[in-house]
């Protein structure tokens, strides 16, 4: 669609007249079109969805869903043939594994999330089941959306396991828990659980998680409200329907009237069933809404992140003050912090010059490794700020631009809905114009 | 002018806008001009015109009913309306009436043409009373509404080539209150009446035995045709609630809009843009619903009560047929006075074929008002729904519009 455009660039979509299909995906296209990281090399994608019977650990009878994940090197599709993909299946729970690792592997990177596990926010109570055909569909678009967000990205797309999950369809479980990552899930789960307060955080981090706050509230809300006014929508064009039987009914006892009668109600009977496709793409603009309510997770996980670096950093440096206090008080014989030994050997009469000369070697050695620790931890902290808010700017950009492009699309829809109406009512009036 | 001694106050929010239109309007007596002020209002009464202008006639007379006042007594408390009449008539002896009337005084009315003229179809009143209880009867909505079904009603009767002509409905627009009272008191008194009540009945329980084909066919068709105009009236109601609820709905989902702007900063622009479309087409999809309840909600409902008033007509055509033909029983079986017996059954003869004829004629004049109202109410539905379309069209695009004429703006700087 956009010409000549180096890859890194933005690519802005200037056509006006989108088709469904394309609106369906205008994100993930523009993931395609600008060929970053791994999609220089392949092409990916999540083809099918289909239901599978087995036993589970408990030894009972279980029903899920595979998704079937083709893929492809770029350079084998030529003019002449396109090669059969290679394929694998792999299920929800799969993908939650391989995004648990890249979160522990990576915790500077703010990770794409997955798309829901159960329908929790549906404006149909149809659409509220796991099975329900086109839940399944709109999971399939977001796993493959959460692939491309993978392979797009300039650190994971380089990750070994994530490669695997796309080729090894056998013993890739085995493969992520030999990297050892869950012995780091449960470290980093107990840290990040405990209640502690830092001093000095970076201010970007505090507005962040500030900012993800907010947009997580919002967004529960947009989708919410949209939900409602989806639903009462539905309600005006379906009673519509009414029209077109009673038309026809009555048609039948009218001379003059009749024919203006009853085409006019199979108009209003199009116009009654237009609904259902007008709320089903719609529903792909809620996705894009939720995908971003979910990412949300993730920004607080590279927040909590740092604010966990920064406290274990501001820990060893007050632990080097206080031993070099301690030292302090040793050389200079003066006391300024309390300590029993201190007490009892006021008490119990001074201790021998020998005896202070060792515990000053003990601490004077406790202060080299503490500023060894100090600076790791500032070395630890500093990496992971820089690294971090590269990602937290690239992710930014993502989002005003995948956004920008959601809410332009609503507005075709809404345009697309607009046209509609026109033209049925129009046709509508003509009709009961002859009457 | 009220004539009683009664506290009168012009209620709030009534037809301010329409009695000022109504004035401004009427005051203009060229007659020309005053074609275009009656079609200028409900439109689904400009078929009924071009009904009067078939016949060749140029409308002669024009009633309005405005201006609502309560007048409290100490037994009741009641709504009177302002009724105003201009005409070129002989039979009035002047061009310009003004009086006041009350809801009774239109039943009266009704209930005079009706006697006069069993067999023509007479327009309908809106309903005596409500259902939904004693509140409800002097809400703004409900005067108004009512208001206009009444000025609809006079307007039929004036449109009527053999009801505009009733001596009754001369009264009713010319007599001041006091005059209106004393003249009612006239006529077949009630025992008379309650007579005349006894023998239709008696009547209408023997029913008729020979009945014309065509008035059986009229018949399916009432019934037929009642049924479906209930289940229109029905389902225009329910679309009308369906959209306040959704106007509800709506009016929370442009703030969350602006709420989520406060947070972000390149994205400003467009949450502002869409909060505001939503806004915009709030407004309009809320006009839209006003339209569907001032134009096609009253039209079907006023056939609704018309597909009553048709079916009183054909019993009242049955019963005169029916008295006819147990008097000429009686001539066959009875020993009475042949002579006078014979002379009542032509009377009745007579009141028969006149009835018939009489409900021949308006029937073909009630189809196709009926068709032409029915066909404006739809067709100006239609056309507003287009409009509303339109305009929302219009908001999205000029939306759409600024945002690509943004992106074009960056992509042009930064390449």
């Known amino acids: ?435 | 002018m009220s004539g009683t001694d009664a506290e009168s106050t012009v209620l709030p929010n009534q037809t301010h806008t329409m009695a000022a239109d109504i004035c401004g309007q009427t005051l203009d007596l060229d007659e020309d001009d005053d074609l275009e002020v009656f079609s200028k209002q409900a439109t689904h009464r400009s078929a009924l015109e071009l009904e009067a202008d078939d016949e060749g006639d140029l409308k002669d007379i024009f009633v309005t009913v405005d201006n609502p006042e309560s007048h409290i007594t100490a037994i009741e408390t009641f709504i009177t309306y302002r009724v105003l009449t201009k005409t070129t008539r002989s039979e009035f002896d002047n061009s310009e009436y003004e009086v006041r009337r009350r809801y009774q005084d239109f039943f009266w009315l009704k209930g005079k043409l009706e006697e006069a003229h069993p067999t023509l179809i007479v327009p309908p009143l809106p309903e005596k009373f409500v259902v939904k209880g004693m509140v409800e009867r002097f809400s703004g909505d409900f005067i108004e509404t009512r208001r206009k079904a009444l000025h609809r009603f006079l307007n039929h009767v004036a449109d009527h080539a053999i009801l505009s002509f009733s001596e009754d409905f001369k009264v009713f627009l010319t007599a001041q209150v006091w005059e209106l009272a004393s003249y009612k008191k006239q006529g077949p008194g009630l025992l008379s009446r309650m007579g005349e009540t006894v023998r239709a009945v008696a009547n209408s329980v023997r029913g008729v035995k020979n009945r014309p084909e065509e008035f059986t066919a009229m018949q399916l068709y009432v019934e037929a045709f009642s049924n479906k105009i209930i289940s229109l009236d029905k389902v225009t109601q329910r679309i009308v609630k369906e959209q306040k609820e959704y106007l509800g709905e709506l009016k929370e989902y442009a703030p969350v809009y602006t709420l989520w702007s406060g947070s972000e900063d390149t994205l400003v622009g467009p949450l502002k843009g869409v909060a505001d479309c939503i806004e915009r087409c709030w407004k309009e999809t809320e006009e839209q619903d006003n339209h569907l309840t001032d134009t096609l909600v009253p039209t079907l409902h006023e056939y609704v009560l018309c597909s009553e008033s048709l079916k009183a007509v054909l019993r009242r055509r049955d019963n005169i047929q029916a008295e006819f033909e147990a008097k000429n029983e009686a001539l066959a079986t009875k020993k009475v006075d042949q002579d006078a017996l014979k002379e009542e059954i032509d009377k009745l003869e007579d009141r028969v074929e006149w009835a018939n004829n009489a409900l021949k004629g308006d029937w073909s004049r009630w189809q196709k008002c009926m068709r032409g109202d029915i066909k404006s109410a739809f067709v100006s539905t239609a056309q507003k729904n287009v409009d509303y379309y339109e305009k929302c069209l219009a908001v999205w695009e000029t939306f759409l519009l600024s945002q690509r004429s943004e992106g074009s703006e960056d992509a042009d700087n930064s390449s």
């Not at chain 1, 391989?98 to 703010?110: A, C, H, K």
């Not at chain 1, 006021?346 to 000369?357: H, S």
């Open chain 1, 1 to 435: 669609m956009m010409a000549d455009c180096a890859p890194e660039e933005i690519a802005v979509i200037g056509n006006i007249d989108h088709t469904s299909a394309e609106l369906k995906n205008n994100i993930r296209n523009s993931m395609v079109e600008m060929e970053k990281g791994l999609l220089r090399k392949m092409e990916i994608s999540v083809a099918e969805a289909e239901k599978r019977s087995g036993k589970n650990a408990v030894n009972m009878l279980e029903t899920y869903t595979v998704y079937l994940i083709e893929t492809r090197p770029v350079d084998a599709v030529t003019e002449d043939m396109t090669p059969a993909p290679d394929l694998l299946w792999r299920r929800y729970s799969e993908f939650e594994l391989l995004r648990n690792y890249l979160l522990v592997t990576y915790p500077f990177v703010v990770v794409a999330p997955l798309p829901e596990k159960r329908a929790e926010i549906a404006w149909h109570k149809l659409s509220a089941d796991n099975m329900d055909p086109d839940f399944v569909e709109r999971r399939r678009v977001g796993l493959e959306n959460f692939l491309l967000r993978v392979a797009c990205h300039p650190v994971l797309c380089n990750d070994k396991i994530f490669y695997l999950f796309l080729t090894e369809e056998k013993g890739w479980k085995e493969m992520v828990y030999d990297t050892g990552f869950q012995a780091k899930a449960d470290s980093w789960l107990k840290a990040t659980n405990a209640a502690f307060r830092v001093k000095n955080p970076d201010k970007r981090f505090t507005e962040l998680k500030h900012y993800s706050d907010e947009l997580q509230a919002v967004l529960s809300q947009l989708l919410r409200v949209r939900a409602r006014v989806a639903d009462r929508l539905y309600g005006v064009y379906k009673v519509h329907g009414n029209y077109g039987r009673v038309f026809s009914e009555w048609s039948a006892i009218e001379k003059e009237m009749g024919d203006g009668l009853q085409s006019a109600g199979h108009h209003v009977d199009v116009y009654a069933a237009s609904v259902d496709d007008i709320l089903e793409e719609e529903e792909n603009y809620a996705d894009q809404l939720k995908e971003y309510l979910f990412y949300t997770d993730a920004l607080r996980a590279v927040c909590r992140k740092h604010e966990l670096t920064q406290f274990e950093l501001e820990t060893a440096a007050q632990d080097l003050a206080s031993k070099k206090q301690q030292k302090e008080e040793l050389v200079t014989g003066t006391v300024r912090t309390f300590s029993f030994k201190g007490m009892a050997s006021k008490l119990f009469g001074q201790e021998t010059a020998e005896q202070r000369e060792a515990k000053i070697q003990v601490l004077e050695q406790q202060i080299d490794e503490g500023e060894e620790a100090v600076k790791e931890k500032n070395k630890e902290s500093e990496d992971f700020v820089k690294t971090a808010w590269v990602d937290v700017e690239r992710f930014k950009e993502q989002k005003d631009r995948d956004l920008k492009e959601a809410l332009i699309s609503y507005a075709i829809m809404q345009i697309s809905m607009c046209k509609k109406g026109i033209q049925v009512w129009t046709n509508a009036k003509e009709c009961f114009n002859k009457m």
